[in-house]
C-alpha cells in the first residue's frame, strides 16, 4: 500500500502546481463546454486543443487534456436532459430517462443526478485506476518485442470482435490507419516510402494529429451541420438555487449503492479497446434496470436511469487510461489522441513510463482526483451558463472551430501540406461516415502502426524471419489467440446471417466517437 | 445519387486507392532480406493488400445485397446537405489557399466574416467581432506566446513593426 500512496502524494502535490491547477481547472471548464455541445464529445475536444499544450510541459499538458477528458464526460448530460439530444455518444443512454425528467420539471433534478453519479463514478475508478495501474506496469515490464506485437494485435482485433461496427468496414479503417502510419522514411532503412506525386511534405509522415484533426474536427463539424442545418437549438431553461439543488442532490444519493455498481461495471468495460464509455452506459443503464424493483418506471424519468449511464461513462473514461499509461495500448480513440500526443512530447508510452516518468504519471492520476472535485463543482454552480452555451447557433460554432482545426494543424509541423491533407481526411471521413465506415480504429491505428511495425520487425529479426514466435512464447500466444478468437467471431456470424434473407435498411448511425 | 451507388463508388475508389499503395510500396522491398529482415515495403505493401481485398469483399456484399448499404435507394446527400456541406468545404479550400498567398490572417477575416454573417446569416457586429478577435487571439497566442508563425505570404512586410514589439 506504501508503494502506492507515496507516490501518489507526490502526484497530488504535481497536480497542486499553480500551473497545473489552472490548466487543470481550464480544461475542466472546456471539457464540460464540449460534452454539453451536440456532435462534439472528448474526442473532438481533445484533439482540436491538443496543439495548444505546445506551450507547457508534458506533465501539465496530460493534466489539461486529461481534465478536458473528463469534463467532457459529465458535459455529455446537460444537452442529453436540456434538448433531448445526446452531446456524445457516451451520453446516449442518459436521454432515455434524462430527457422525460426534463418534459415533467425535473430537469434539475436530472442534472445533479448526472452530476453526482459522475462524481461517483470517477471516484470509484480512479480508485481502481490507482490500486491497479502499478501493478500492471510492473508486470507488462517483461514483454519483449513479440508481446507488444501481440498486444497491438489483440487491440485492433477488440475493435473487430467487440467495436460492433460492419466487419470489413473495420479492417479496412485499421489497415489505412496502419498503411498512413508507414509514410516518411522508414526507420530502419532510411528509404522513402509512399512519397505521392513527389511530394515533400510527405516525407516528414502523416502526423496522427492531422488525421485525427480531420476526422474529428472538420469531419465532425460537416456531420453536425448537416444534421442541425446550423440552427441554434430549443433549450429546456433552468433557475437553480442553492436550496434546490441540496434538495435534489438528497434524492438521488438515495441511488449511491446501485450507482457504485454501475461505476464498477463501466470501469471494468471502459479498460477494454474499442469498448469504451458508450457501450458501458448503455450496458449499466441495463444492469441498473434489472436491479431495480421497479424497472417499468426506467425511460419514463426514473433518476437511477440518468445515474446509471452517467456513472459509468465516467468510470470507462478513467479505465480507457489504464492499458494506455500501463501497456501503451489505448482503450478509447481519446486515449488514442492522448498517447499520440505522449509521443509528441517526448514520452514513450508503455510500463518504462511508471520507472521512467514517475511524477508524469503520478501526476496525471493526482490531477484525476482533483479533476472529479473541481468538474462537479464546477457543473453544479454553472449549469445556467453551460445550458446557455447549447444556444449558440451552430453557424458561429463551426467557423470558430474550422479555424481552430486549420491553425492547429499546421502549428505541429508548420506546413500547409499538413493543412491539405487534414481538409482530405476530414471530408472524406465525413462520406465515409455516411455509409457506416467506422473511423475510430483508423486514429488507433495510425498512432500505433509505428509501435507495431517496428516490435514486429524485431521480433521477425530475432527469429530470422520465423512467424512462430509469436506463437512459442506463452503471453503472445494468449494474446494472438484471443485475437483470433475476437477477428472469427463476427466473420463467422457475419457468414451465418448472410445465408439468411436480407432485410430492410434498418440499422443506426454507427458509432463515431468510438 | 443513392446511398446503394455510393457503396459501390466508395469501394471501388478505395480499391484503386488501395492499388496505388501497394504500387508505391513495393518501390522497396516488399520480402525478406538476408541478414537485414523485412524489406522497407513489406509492412505497407501487405497491409495494402489486405485493404483491397477488403475492399472486394465490400463489392462482393454489394452485388449479393449484403449490407443495408448496398440495398439503399435513399439519397445519399440531400440537397441541403449538398449545399451546406458544400459551401463549407469550398470555403476552407479558399482558406487554405489564401492562407498561402495572402497570409492565414486576412484569410481568416474574410473566411469568418463569410461563414458567420453570409452564411449564418447571424448579426452585423457578432460577425465583425468574431471575424477580428478571433485572429488576433491566434496571432497573440501561437506567434507571441508560442513563437509559432503561422503563414502570412504577401503580407508578411504588415506585421515587421508588431515583430519588433514582440520580439
Known amino acids: 500500500m506504501e508503494t502506492i500512496l507515496a507516490p501518489l502524494a507526490s502526484g497530488l502535490i504535481e497536480a497542486f502546481q499553480p500551473i497545473n491547477l489552472a490548466m487543470l481547472i481550464i480544461g475542466c471548464v472546456a471539457g464540460l463546454m464540449v460534452g454539453a455541445l451536440p456532435g462534439l464529445g472528448s474526442v473532438n475536444g481533445v484533439a482540436i486543443l491538443l496543439p495548444v499544450t505546445f506551450l507547457v510541459p508534458p506533465n501539465t499538458a496530460i493534466i489539461f487534456l486529461a481534465a478536458i477528458y473528463y469534463g467532457a464526460m459529465y458535459g455529455g448530460a446537460i444537452s442529453s436532459i436540456t434538448l433531448g439530444i445526446p452531446g456524445a455518444s457516451t451520453a446516449v443512454a442518459t436521454v432515455f430517462d434524462g430527457r422525460p425528467l426534463a418534459m415533467q420539471g425535473k430537469a434539475e433534478l436530472a442534472l445533479v443526478g448526472a452530476a453526482l453519479a459522475s462524481f461517483i463514478g470517477g471516484t470509484v475508478s480512479i480508485v481502481l485506476f490507482t490500486i491497479f495501474a502499478p501493478p500492471l506496469a510492473e508486470w507488462a515490464l517483461q514483454f519483449g518485442p513479440p508481446e507488444q506485437f501481440a498486444l497491438m494485435v489483440m487491440a485492433f482485433a477488440t475493435f473487430i470482435g467487440l467495436g460492433g461496427d460492419d466487419v470489413p468496414k473495420t479492417i479496412f479503417s485499421i489497415l489505412i490507419g496502419l498503411v498512413l502510419a508507414t509514410v516518411g522514411l522508414d526507420v530502419v532503412t532510411g528509404n522513402p516510402r509512399l512519397i505521392f506525386f513527389d511530394l515533400p511534405g510527405f516525407y516528414h509522415g502523416v502526423n496522427f494529429l492531422v488525421l485525427a484533426i480531420g476526422i474529428y474536427g472538420i469531419g465532425e463539424m460537416l456531420w453536425t451541420l448537416e444534421e442541425t442545418t446550423g440552427a441554434a437549438p430549443v433549450v429546456h431553461k433552468i433557475h437553480p438555487t442553492l436550496r434546490s439543488l441540496l434538495h435534489n442532490a438528497a434524492i438521488v444519493l438515495r441511488y449511491t449503492w446501485r450507482t457504485v455498481m454501475t461505476s464498477l461495471l463501466g470501469f471494468f468495460v471502459g479498460v477494454l479497446p474499442a469498448a469504451g464509455a458508450t457501450p458501458g452506459s448503455l450496458m449499466a443503464y441495463g444492469l441498473s434496470k434489472s436491479f431495480s424493483k421497479d424497472p417499468d418506471s426506467y425511460g419514463k424519468g426514473n433518476p437511477a436511469g440518468v445515474m446509471a449511464p452517467e456513472s459509468a461513462n465516467n468510470a470507462a473514461s478513467t479505465g480507457s487510461m489504464l492499458p494506455m499509461l500501463t501497456l501503451g495500448i489505448p482503450g478509447s480513440p481519446t486515449t488514442a489522441i492522448l498517447l499520440g500526443g505522449m509521443i509528441i512530447w517526448g514520452l514513450r508510452p508503455g510500463p518504462l513510463l511508471f520507472t521512467e516518468h514517475p511524477d508524469f504519471v503520478w501526476g496525471l492520476i493526482g490531477s484525476l482526483y482533483i479533476a472529479n472535485v473541481f468538474t462537479v463543482i464546477i457543473n453544479l454552480a454553472f449549469i445556467p451558463l453551460f445550458v446557455r452555451i447549447l444556444t449558440i447557433r451552430f453557424t458561429i460554432l463551426a467557423p470558430v472551430i474550422f479555424t481552430l482545426c486549420i491553425v492547429g494543424g499546421y502549428a505541429p509541423e508548420q506546413n500547409l501540406h499538413d493543412v491539405w491533407l487534414m481538409l482530405l481526411f476530414g471530408v472524406s471521413a465525413y462520406l465515409l461516415r455516411k455509409l457506416n465506415y467506422p473511423v475510430a480504429p483508423a486514429v488507433l491505428a495510425i498512432v500505433l502502426g509505428p509501435l507495431a511495425e517496428a516490435y514486429l520487425r524485431q521480433s521477425l529479426i530475432t527469429s530470422r524471419g520465423d512467424p512462430s514466435i509469436f506463437f512459442t512464447r506463452p503471453i503472445s500466444l494468449t494474446c494472438m489467440l484471443i485475437a483470433l478468437a475476437l477477428i472469427c467471431f463476427p466473420i463467422v456470424a457475419a457468414l451465418r446471417r448472410s445465408r439468411r434473407v436480407p432485410e430492410g435498411m434498418g440499422e443506426g448511425a454507427k458509432e463515431w466517437q468510438g | ?167
Open chain 2, 1 to 167: 445519387m443513392t446511398v446503394r451507388t455510393a457503396e459501390l463508388l466508395a469501394a471501388i475508389l478505395l480499391a484503386l486507392a488501395s492499388i496505388s499503395f501497394m504500387v508505391k510500396a513495393s518501390e522497396n522491398y516488399i520480402l525478406w532480406v538476408p541478414l537485414r529482415g523485412p524489406g522497407a515495403g513489406a509492412w505497407p505493401f501487405w497491409l495494402s493488400l489486405g485493404m483491397l481485398l477488403t475492399c472486394l469483399w465490400n463489392i462482393f456484399r454489394w452485388f449479393r445485397g449484403l449490407t443495408p448499404e448496398s440495398r439503399s435507394n435513399e439519397t445519399f446527400m440531400s440537397s441541403g446537405a449538398v449545399y451546406i456541406v458544400g459551401v463549407s468545404v469550398a470555403s476552407l479550400f479558399l482558406l487554405i489557399l489564401g492562407s498561402a498567398y495572402i497570409g492565414i490572417y486576412f484569410s481568416l477575416i474574410l473566411f469568418l466574416f463569410f461563414f458567420i454573417r453570409i452564411i449564418g446569416k447571424n448579426g452585423m457586429l457578432t460577425s465583425v467581432m468574431l471575424s477580428i478577435f478571433l485572429p488576433i487571439g491566434l496571432f497573440l497566442f501561437f506567434e507571441w506566446a508560442l513563437r509559432i508563425p503561422l503563414p502570412k505570404g504577401i503580407s508578411e512586410p504588415l506585421f515587421y513593426p508588431i515583430y519588433r514589439i514582440i520580439y
